[in-house]
Structures are given as structure tokens and as C-alpha cells.
């Protein structure tokens, strides 16, 4: 039984931080590359960034680049998105993906999700 479970959204205001934790069990995670994904209400997916098997490498898109930082504790089974300096064009549905394969030009595969946590920034 493979689960991802995210944690540490809410409300927070415009310029401030929130951090995001995702904990994943049922597989070996340090096999596998995590990424973060967001949406926001009426819209598509979108990547946000991602972090390869032990953390070595990170890939972020360009709107969260020197914002948003992506980490992770192997020995935890735990992913993070620190999310700094928040826009209200950042609030959505932050989900966490673990798959195999890792990229630090594209998005990595996704073969688990997790069921996501809501972001909500106020101005």
C-alpha cells in the first residue's frame, strides 16, 4: 500500500512562508524522485518543482524560482516545498508525486500522488 500524505497548507498572507511536508510509505523512497504540483481552482496542473532520488539536483518552474525551495529527508520518508515571499497567484492545491525517473530539465515521472493540501494567500 503506497501513500503520500501532505501536510501544512492553510492560510497564510501575501509575502509571508508556508512550509509543505509530504510523507510517503509503502515504497523506497530514496528509489524514487519527488515532485510538486499545484492547481488552482478552474484550471489545469501544473508542475511547481521537483528533487531527484537523494536530493543531489532540483528543478524548478520559473514562476516559483528563488521563492520556493524543494528538500527532502530520506531518512524521514519526507519531501518539503518551502514556499517564501507567497503570492495570491500561488493559492491552490499543492500536490506531491513520487516516480522512478528524475530530470533537472523537465518534470520527473509521477507514478503515486497524493490526495493534496489547499493553499490559500490573502493580500
Known amino acids: 500500500q503506497v501513500q503520500l500524505v501532505e501536510s501544512g497548507g492553510g492560510l497564510v498572507q501575501a509575502g509571508g512562508s508556508l512550509r509543505l511536508s509530504c510523507v510517503v510509505s509503502?515504497?523506497?523512497?530514496?528509489?524514487?524522485?519527488m515532485g510538486w504540483y499545484r492547481q488552482a481552482p478552474g484550471k489545469e496542473s501544473d508542475f511547481v518543482g521537483s528533487?531527484?532520488?537523494?536530493?543531489?539536483?532540483?528543478y524548478y518552474e520559473d514562476s516559483v524560482k528563488g521563492r520556493f525551495t524543494i528538500s527532502r529527508d530520506n531518512a524521514k520518508n519526507t519531501a518539503y516545498l518551502q514556499m517564501n515571499r507567497v503570492k495570491p497567484e500561488d493559492t491552490a492545491v499543492y500536490y506531491c508525486?513520487?516516480?522512478?525517473?528524475?530530470?533537472?530539465?523537465?518534470?520527473?515521472?509521477?507514478?503515486?500522488w497524493g490526495r493534496g493540501t489547499q493553499v490559500t494567500v490573502s493580500s
Open positions: 509503502g515504497l523506497s523512497f530514496s528509489n524514487y524522485a
Open positions: 508525486a513520487a516516480g522512478e525517473y528524475y530530470s533537472d530539465s523537465a518534470p520527473p515521472s509521477a507514478d503515486y
Open positions: 528533487i531527484s532520488w537523494t536530493g543531489e539536483s532540483t
